[in-house]
C-alpha cells in the first residue's frame, strides 16, 4: 500500500528544488538584463563619439570658413572658382580619412564636390541634410546607403557620414552645408575596443551576479531544509501529543465505570456481586488506548496515512453498542458494503469516533437513541453521529470546538477539539448542528483517496 501523507504533511514534505529553478529563471533574467544594458551603453558610447568627432570636424570647418572669409560666396555659386574658397576646399580635403566632401547651398544644390559629376545637382528629400539646415550637426555610421549621392563613392561602402552647418559668423545665420564622407580608422577601433570591454563587462558581471546570487539561493535553501527538518519533528511530537491527549481523554470513561463498580460494590457488600464481565472489556479497552499511544509514538509520521474506513466503524460500533446497551440507549447504525479510504491514520479516526460517541452517550438518557450512518457520494465520505438527547444551548454551541470548553461538571473540553483537527489533518471538517426535533448532529467529511493498487 503506498504512503499517503495527510495535508499537514505534505506541507513540510521534500524541498522544492529552488537552485535548479532560480538557475533557469536567473540566468534568463540576468542574461536578457545584462544584454540590454550592453546594447544601451554600445548605442550610447558610438552616438557620444560620433558626435565628439563630428562637433572636432564642425569646429575646424567652421574655423577655417571664417579665417578665409568664404561665407558670402555660399549665397553666390558663381564665385565658386574664387582662390580662397579653393583654398578652403583644399584645407577640408586634407582632413584624415576623407573620402568625399559635398558642399551645399541652402536651396541643397552641390555648390561643389570632390566628385565633379554631382556639381550642380540637386538630390531627394535628405533628413540630414534638412536637420544640419537648422544648425544641428548631424553624425551617423551609413553602411551599405542607397542614398542617390553615394552612387559615385566607391569602396569601400562603410563611412561616417557628417553633415557640418557653415555658420555666415560666430553664430551667426546658416549659409551652407558641408557634408563630409569619412572612414576614421582610429574612431572605428575605438568603438570596436569599446564594444569589446562593454560586452566582456556585461558577461563578467552577469556571471558574477548570477554566482553570488546562486551562493545566496543555495544558503537559503540549506536553511529552509532546516527549517522543514524541524518543523516534520515538531508536527511528529504534536501528533503524539494529540494522539496522548485523545488517549487521556477516553481512559476516563472506562475509568470511571470501574470506579463506579467497585464504589457500589463497596457500598452494598455482597449483597451486590461485582460484574467481572463489564471490569475486563473496560481494562481491556484501557489496554487497546494505550497500546494504539505507544505504537504511534514510535513514529507517527512514517505510517502510512491510508485509513480503510469500513473496519474503523465497526469496530466503534462494536464498543458503544455494549456501553448503550448497558445504559438501556438504543443504537442503530448503517453504511455501505465498501466505504473507501481516507488519509488519515485510524488511530486519530478511531480517537474522534470515540470522543464523539462518548459524548452522545453521556448526552442521552435510558431509552433515547444514538445512531451511527456513513455514506460517500462524489469522492467525499460523510459519517454523521446523531442522537435523541437535550441537545445543546444556542449560547454554547459555537465554543463546543474551542479546546478546554466544556458543558460537563467534570469534562475536560478536548474531545471535539481534537477531533475537529484530525479531520482538518486529513482536508476534511467537522460540524456540529441540532437534530430534529432534539438532539444533536455531528457531521464528519473526509475526502476520499483513490482505490489503491494490489
Request: aromatic share 4%; with cysteine; hydrophobic share 45%.
Amino acid at each position: 500500500m503506498p504512503d499517503v501523507l495527510s495535508p499537514s504533511m505534505t506541507t513540510v514534505g521534500r524541498p522544492a528544488a529552488i537552485t535548479r529553478w532560480f538557475m533557469i529563471a536567473g540566468s534568463i533574467g540576468v542574461g536578457l538584463f545584462a544584454i540590454g544594458m550592453a546594447v544601451l551603453l554600445d548605442a550610447f558610447i558610438e552616438s557620444r563619439l560620433l558626435h565628439r568627432d563630428a562637433e572636432l570636424s564642425g569646429d575646424f570647418v567652421q574655423s577655417i570658413a571664417d579665417t578665409q572669409k568664404v561665407a558670402e560666396i555660399f549665397r553666390q555659386p558663381e564665385r565658386a572658382n574664387d582662390p580662397a574658397f579653393v583654398e578652403f576646399l583644399a584645407h577640408i580635403a586634407a582632413m584624415p580619412d576623407v573620402l568625399r566632401i559635398n558642399v551645399y547651398t541652402r536651396e541643397q544644390r552641390v555648390l561643389w564636390s570632390s566628385s565633379p559629376d554631382l556639381i550642380g545637382q540637386t538630390f531627394g528629400h535628405n533628413d540630414e541634410l534638412d536637420e544640419a539646415l537648422t544648425g544641428e550637426l548631424v553624425a551617423n555610421f551609413d553602411a551599405h546607403s542607397d542614398k542617390s549621392e553615394h552612387v559615385l563613392l566607391g569602396s569601400p561602402r562603410e563611412f561616417v557620414e557628417n553633415y557640418v552647418p557653415v555658420h555666415a559668423a560666430h553664430n551667426g545665420p546658416i549659409v551652407g552645408v558641408i557634408e563630409l564622407y569619412r572612414r576614421p580608422v582610429a574612431l572605428t577601433q575605438a568603438l570596436a575596443e569599446g564594444q569589446g570591454r562593454i560586452w566582456g563587462a556585461a558577461l563578467l558581471g552577469g556571471s558574477l551576479l548570477i554566482l553570488s546570487l546562486l551562493w545566496f539561493v543555495r544558503r537559503i535553501e540549506r536553511a529552509l531544509g532546516d527549517q522543514q527538518r524541524r518543523l516534520i519533528d515538531n508536527e511528529a511530537l504534536a501528533m503524539v501529543g494529540e494522539l496522548s491527549a485523545a488517549v487521556a481523554h477516553n481512559i476516563r470513561n472506562p475509568l470511571g465505570s470501574i470506579r463506579s463498580a467497585a464504589e457500589l460494590t463497596r457500598e452494598l457488600g455482597p449483597t451486590m456481586p461485582l460484574d467481572h464481565e463489564e471490569v475486563i472489556r473496560h481494562v481491556d479497552r484501557i489496554e487497546h488506548l494505550v497500546r494504539t499511544l505507544l505504537t504511534s509514538a514510535g513514529d507517527p509520521t512514517g505510517r502510512p496515512h491510508r485509513c480503510a474506513v469500513r473496519p474503523v466503524l465497526e469496530a466503534a460500533r462494536g464498543r458503544i453498542a455494549a456501553d448503550l446497551a448497558a445504559q438501556h440507549k438504543q443504537f442503530s447504525h448503517e453504511w455501505p458494503e465498501q466505504l473507501g479510504e481516507v488519509a488519515l491514520d485510524d488511530i486519530l479516526l478511531t480517537q474522534s469516533l470515540a470522543s464523539i460517541l462518548a459524548n452522545a452517550a453521556e448526552a442521552t438518557r435510558a431509552g433515547d437513541q444514538v445512531s451511527l450512518r456513513a455514506s460517500q457520494s462524489a469522492g467525499e465520505l460523510r459519517i454523521v453521529i446523531e442522537d435523541s438527547g437535550s441537545g445543546l444551548p444556542a449560547a454554547s454551541r459555537d465554543k463546543l470546538l474551542q479546546p478546554f470548553f466544556t458543558t460537563k461538571p467534570r469534562g475536560l473540553g478536548l474531545g471535539l477539539p481534537l477531533a475537529r483537527r484530525a479531520m482538518e489533518r486529513a482536508g476534511g471538517s467537522l460540524t456540529i448542528e441540532p437534530a430534529m426535533p432534539h438532539g444533536t448532529r455531528v457531521t464528519l467529511s473526509l475526502p476520499l483517496l483513490p482505490a489503491s493498487a494490489a
